[in-house]
């Protein structure tokens, strides 16, 4: 089954602070996994991607870190801002697919106090 | 550059009546996704283009949707008739090429409630 489940359904975090959004998979036929932010009333918005033969990304202050044998990938946000302060998808793309089709979870609302 | 564009932005209709979103994808992308997006939910891909053919429809409810993307680049989504549950947001989506890890741009999305 193609799933992704992705937690906390939401989180508060003060300015400053680390965010952490995990995601977990139920199956190794993914090869692909980014992460989209989202804005009340906006289209979901590319942050970060991954790819399983790394097992870390960092740009800026968004860091993926991906665990492949516990099926398992989360993003951290460093400094977190209120600005940040949005709905987070993480997202999958089926290897066995050959197109451009994302599961996504479930979705993580963030709100970073000031 | 300019966004993917959707109109129209919000929708209100009754039960079992009939509806129909439209897209507009960036210039020169190839790829164009429907996704839907239940509230409190991630969005769940309804049906892929590449230009003007249809690469994955595995999860569009072919008897009350349809869409269709004329001369590959504009799209049209279309539910006939509407249930309470078509409720959501339909969000449009392209991409250059459409393999695995081309970026998507995502439009603003419709705000369909259906009562």
């Known amino acids: 089954q193609q799933q992704v489940k992705q937690s906390p359904q939401s989180l508060i975090v003060q300015k400053g602070g680390i965010s952490i959004i995990n995601c977990a998979y139920e199956?190794?036929?993914?090869?692909?996994f980014p992460w989209y932010q989202q804005f009340p009333g906006k289209g979901p918005a590319l942050l970060i991607a991954?790819?399983?033969?790394?097992s870390e990304k960092k740009e800026g202050r968004f860091t993926i870190s991906f665990n492949k044998s516990a099926k398992q990938f989360s993003l951290h946000i460093m400094d977190s801002q209120p600005g940040d302060s949005a709905t987070y998808f993480c997202?999958?793309?089926?290897?066995?697919?050959?197109?451009?089709?994302?599961?996504f979870g479930q979705g993580t609302t963030l709100q970073v106090k000031p | 550059e300019a966004g993917v564009a959707q109109s129209p932005r919000y929708k209100i209709i009754e039960k079992r009546q009939s509806v129909a979103f439209w897209c507009n994808p960036i210039?020169?992308?190839?790829?164009l996704y429907w996704y839907q997006q239940i509230l409190g939910q991630g969005p769940k891909l309804l049906i892929q283009?590449?230009?003007?053919?249809?690469?994955?429809d595995s999860q569009l409810p072919k008897d009350r949707f349809s869409a269709e993307r004329l001369k590959g680049v504009d799209s049209t989504l279309k539910i006939q008739p509407a249930k309470l549950e078509d409720s959501a947001v339909y969000l449009c989506?392209?991409?250059?090429?459409?393999?695995?890890?081309?970026?998507?741009?995502f439009g603003p999305g419709t705000r369909l409630t259906v009562l």
């Open positions: 210039s020169g992308h190839a790829t």
């Open positions: 199956n190794t036929a993914f090869d692909y």
């Open positions: 997202a999958a793309n089926p290897r066995s697919s050959n197109t451009g089709k994302l599961i």
């Open positions: 989506a392209s991409s250059f090429t459409g393999v695995g890890t081309d970026t998507q741009y």
């Open positions: 283009f590449q230009n003007n053919g249809v690469v994955d």
């Open positions: 991954i790819r399983p033969d790394v």
